[in-house]
């Protein structure tokens, strides 16, 4: 009974102090306006930052993934292997043997001058076989891939990505056209028989002035175009749950054994080096939101300063509160009760308008977001943080008035 008697009382008390805090921050509301707007522009800086660099990571990494960067790639050690060492069919059939390896796909890559419709456009050529949908992620929109049919007959036909589609056609599904590429000195004719669209492709389209256009043929016709009979990388796709360092090192010790040549075969793990650049980007978001934090930081000193302005204020309001019984700690928490509800009130427009903002964004460019609820979190915490300290001094310095000297106003 008595414990229930003394959380009423408290619930009363802070009712009261609640209610005393926003009576005070009403009569003062364009002050305090001004104020959680300061906070919530800093706070939605950074989650707006925050979720620019993740969508970035997201667009690198999806990229990487088309590329065929999630899994192995083989090539020759050009600073040691010996000199008759290849990459041909007979290294691809050793590497398909291993029990680790699900797919092997050989790989060659030129760049051309592609033209259609009488525009040239610069391309990197990449001859593939009828695995590439499974090792390099290849995204299918119209037609079809590349099959066993036109490997086997060397057949001049292409895969394009939907932005050399939209660029040089103004649609889509092309499927069927002619596109005439340079290849070796002379002009060959390809039908176009598929449209994909590789990884997000938002790196092609904020730099498509960096990035050329990718083209696909069958490996056998890059050989008879090229006038070579080697590959010049295999990528390879590992079984689900095979440790990517460790099966490289069965590869180097299968290929070294099975050719002879020692030293001469390296293995890319592909997957690690993704790793590292996806740590990079996260360090980079978390650069950036730390800029913002400094926008969110100066925003928390307005806090220390409309407080200082309100002890001024209120000085006779705080000395008729103490000459009938108030105690310094009732001050106190009045104060920091006013510290924390305009840094909240800041934080949660500020985490609206960041994730609403971020939202159009995203839709306006045409790719997904994903909130970093983490940064959103510390965020908020940090905002709060940094609002109540800089509530303290004030806080503590209206505590500390004398009634008398409150009631003269000194």
């Known amino acids: 009974m008595k414990l229930k008697l003394f959380i009423l009382k408290v619930n009363k008390y802070m009712n009261e102090v609640f209610c ?17 707007i300061g906070i919530a522009i800093g706070v939605t800086a950074v989650i707006i930052i925050s979720n620019i660099s993740q969508c970035g990571a997201v667009a690198v990494s999806s990229e990487l993934d088309s590329l065929g960067v999630g899994g192995l790639s083989v090539s020759l050690d050009n600073t040691n ?22 797919k ?18 610069q391309a990197l050529l990449w001859g593939i076989d009828q695995n590439a949908k499974e090792v390099i992620s290849l995204k299918l929109m119209y037609g079809r891939l590349i099959n066993k049919g036109d490997i086997a007959t060397n057949a001049r036909v292409c895969l394009v990505d939907e932005s050399f589609a939209k660029e040089n056609f103004g649609y889509s599904n092309i ?20 449209v994909i669209k590789t990884g997000s492709g938002l790196l092609q389209n904020m730099m498509g002035n960096y990035i050329p256009t990718f083209m696909y043929l069958s490996y056998t ?16 796709k590992i079984s689900d749950g095979a440790e990517p360092d460790i099966v490289g090192e069965k590869l180097v010790k299968a290929l070294s054994t099975e050719t002879g040549f020692q030293d001469s075969y390296i ?76 840094t909240m009130s800041g934080s949660i427009l500020g985490v609206i308008l960041g994730i609403v903002i971020s939202f159009i964004g995203a839709f306006m460019l045409g790719i997904s977001i994903i909130i970093r609820y983490d940064i959103i979190a510390f965020t908020v915490i940090f905002a709060l943080f940094t609002g109540i300290v800089f509530g303290i001094y004030p806080a503590n310095k209206a505590s500390k008035l004398k009634p008398v000297d409150a009631l003269r106003g000194e």
């Open 81 to 102: 292997a010996d000199s008759d060492a290849v990459l041909s069919d007979n290294e691809l059939n050793i590497i398909k043997t291993s029990s680790y390896v699900e």
């Open 104 to 121: 092997a796909m050989p790989l060659i890559f030129q760049t051309a001058t592609v033209n259609s419709r009488g525009e040239n456009t």
């Open 267 to 342: 293995v890319e793990s592909m997957a690690k080096q993704k790793e590292g650049l996806s740590q990079l980007m996260n360090i980079v978001t978390m650069i950036l939101s730390a800029v913002g934090g400094v926008s969110l930081f100066v925003a928390s000193l307005s806090i220390m300063n409309v407080m200082l302005v309100s002890v001024g204020e209120k000085k006779r309001e705080i000395g008729i509160k103490k000459a009938i019984g108030a105690c310094r700690g009732d001050i106190l928490k009045e104060f920091l009760i006013e510290a924390f509800i305009l």
């Open 175 to 194: 499927v069927g056209r002619k596109i005439t590429a340079l290849c070796s000195g002379n002009y060959e004719n390809f039908e176009v028989i598929g």
């Open 20 to 36: 005393c805090v926003m009576r005070g921050l009403i009569r003062k509301k364009g002050r305090s306006l001004l104020t959680i």
């Open 221 to 236: 016709t890059m050989q008879e175009l090229y006038d070579m009979s080697d590959f010049h990388r295999i990528a390879v």
